[in-house]
């Protein structure tokens, strides 16, 4: 097997014109043999490695049925449309064999047929008669859902507006299903999860495999081995999936959809309920906005939110009974209707009962900007841990996995069992049934990287910087920042912890830098990540300042990015929610929050900030943490280990001299 699947990944390296590299071969040669003998694994990849190729031609060498997971788009595309593409014909060769991929994703992600051409109108639909601007964006997607041979996938769709994809799609509940609709042998959604099922590597996003494993639901196609890429994620992405939401808005919209199609006292004291409460949820609001104090985590359901969620959950448990009863209906667009309202009644039923009660295992919070209502799982690691380790060979990867050079938080975290201890459950003795995969049967490897870190980059630590503090970066810390892209002539990708670092930063070095010829791109909130990222690429002279979604996933390889520089060690903020619960709970139970949750948190993060640099084995360039925590804190040695083994000084006028050696040097090769 080893040696098929290594004359195979020649093959592969071959198609793609790239080179063997002794980690991706290590990283393959694991891969394999966790397939064969199906045990876990969990695998570092540092940059350049190569680690997509590394998975995917042992698992088509081996014909297993393949699952992989991204958290990204980007790496969903890069693997359906750049390499397996690339790489199918060489395997097909080598192996003699027909080869097939796919990727599926989530029901809402594909346009709905039926609601598309539907007479009737929902409050969905309702939305676009009122504003009369979205009519073209309107005209715009039915004029591309009637070209022959679409996939009906909103990426490859026009780009309209969210309100327009909404009044024409529906989610997984309130789908009506192939059978029983219409348009069912037309349906895109059922098209795309048909061709996936027959495939030997469907490509989807952590979003709907946690769905599937937290709701114990079939959502995917059956597999026999599943790997996540962007592992470093799946805790984050998995809790959010699972996260419970109940806003004024999403109750409104069922209540109307019900009042519609069940006219009557049940739809009417649910329209009433869901007035009653949009009230109490704004007066909330306006407290908690009047008293910060009150903002963040809530112990307990709020006295005057309970009275009005209790009426919601009653009223909008009569209107699922009713449509349950309502068996008689037989044309195709009113069975459609009733499953999109009893979907969406149902959502909004299921939430208000969790909140109604909540365990000890969760963490209930208010957003007063969105005024929101969250509930949220302390941890997801025994549902992981039950419902997707014992099932299947998990493979998990990605470039940053260790936390000062261990695996054991992010195995943890994902629900694997290291040292034999299961944090949650320490006396608990966990039994097998013939087929299962025990969760501690987990091998874990870094084949690093084939770039030279120390040769190719150096890491700035100035020490001279104060602390940083909650009202953003310090005065001392943007004069740095501003010398350091000054000598850099540009070519900087800034990372910010916050908004207010963002727009701190922003304000302060237009005022500076006015008299250089440095665009400044400044990322704001809803930005396309994808467009800023491309002006910043083609424009080396620019600048990009951004927050926490550029600090991962973001590959500009040459001039345009040669110094990384982040304001501050990313750890949780005090107020945020989930992660804050978590620390006081590992505090509670005797350790260190801090350590146990907030270091790990930061360490992940600040890896894959300082990972933006070098991106090819011709970049050069610094990475600048201008926070002096890092070199003063005892803490700081576990940061540092988790990063990548660049040459480090607090000398910033040997940094500065380097960049500007740098620039000059691109300048004269006109770049």
Known sequence: MIEKMRKALDAAVEAIGGEPREGQIEMAEAVANALSDRHHLLVQAGTGTGKSLAYLVPALVHGKKVLVATATL????????????????????????????????????????????????DPDGEVLLEIGTLEKDAKRLRAWAEKPGISGDRDDAPDVDRRVWYANSVSGRECIGKDDCAYGSQCFAVNAKAKAQTADVVVTNHTLLAIEIVDSHAILPERDAVILDEAHEFMDRTTQAVTEELTAPRVERAAKMAKKHLPGKA??????????????????????????????????LPAQLEAPIRKIKESSAAVVALINADSDV???????ERARVKGATNEVLQTATKMLKPSGHQ?????????????????????????????????????????????????????????GSNDEDEDSEDEFEEGEIDPANVQMLDVGSPFDFAKQG????????????????????????AELID????????????????????????????????????????????TLVERFAKDPKSILLGTISLWQGIDVPGPSCTLVAIDRIPFPR???????????????????????????????????????????????????????????????????NSMPPFWRTSDGEVIRESLKRLNKDYLEAGQ
């Open 458 to 481: 150096a890491l700035y630590l100035p020490k001279h910087i104060p602390e940083p503090g909650r009202d953003g970066p310090s005065k001392e810390a943007l004069t740095e920042l």
């Open 574 to 640: 005090p107020d945020e929610p989930v992660m804050s619960a978590r620390a006081a709970e590992a505090d509670a139970a005797g350790g260190s929050g801090f350590m146990q949750v907030s270091l790990p948190r930061a360490a992940l993060l600040l890896a894959q900030g300082t990972g933006r640099l070098i991106r090819s084995i011709d970049d050069r360039g610094v990475v600048a943490i201008l926070d002096s925590r890092i070199v003063t804190k005892r803490y700081g040695s576990v940061l540092l």
């Open 74 to 121: 980007a790496l969903q595309r890069q693997l359906v449309e750049r390499d397996l593409p690339k790489i199918k014909g060489a395997l097909e060769k080598e192996l003699g064999r027909k080869l097939t991929f796919a990727v599926y994703k989530g029901v809402g992600n594909y346009l709905c047929l039926q609601k598309m051409n539907s007479a009737d109108t």
């Open 330 to 336: 037989i044309n195709p667009d009113s069975m459609a």
């Open 363 to 419: 963490v209930m919070w208010f957003d007063p900007t969105y005024s929101t209502l969250y509930l949220a799982p302390l941890s997801v690691s025994q549902v992981l841990r039950a419902n997707l380790l014992t099932d299947t060979p998990v493979i998990a990867t990605s470039a940053t996995l260790t936390v000062g050079k261990s695996f054991d938080a992010i195995a943890k975290s994902i629900g694997f069992v290291v040292n």
């Open 487 to 530: 000598a850099a002539g540009g070519r900087t990708l800034a990372l910010f912890s916050s908004w207010r670092g963002v727009e701190m930063a922003d304000e302060y070095l237009r005022k500076v830098l006015a008299e250089l010829e440095i665009p400044i791109i400044t990322q704001k909130r809803g930005d396309s990540v994808g």
């Open 267 to 300: 739809s009417d004291a649910f329209a009433k309920a869901a007035d009653d409460f949009a009230k109490a949820l704004t007066d909330f609001a306006a407290d908690v906005r009047n008293d910060p104090t009150k903002a963040g985590r809530i112990p307990e």
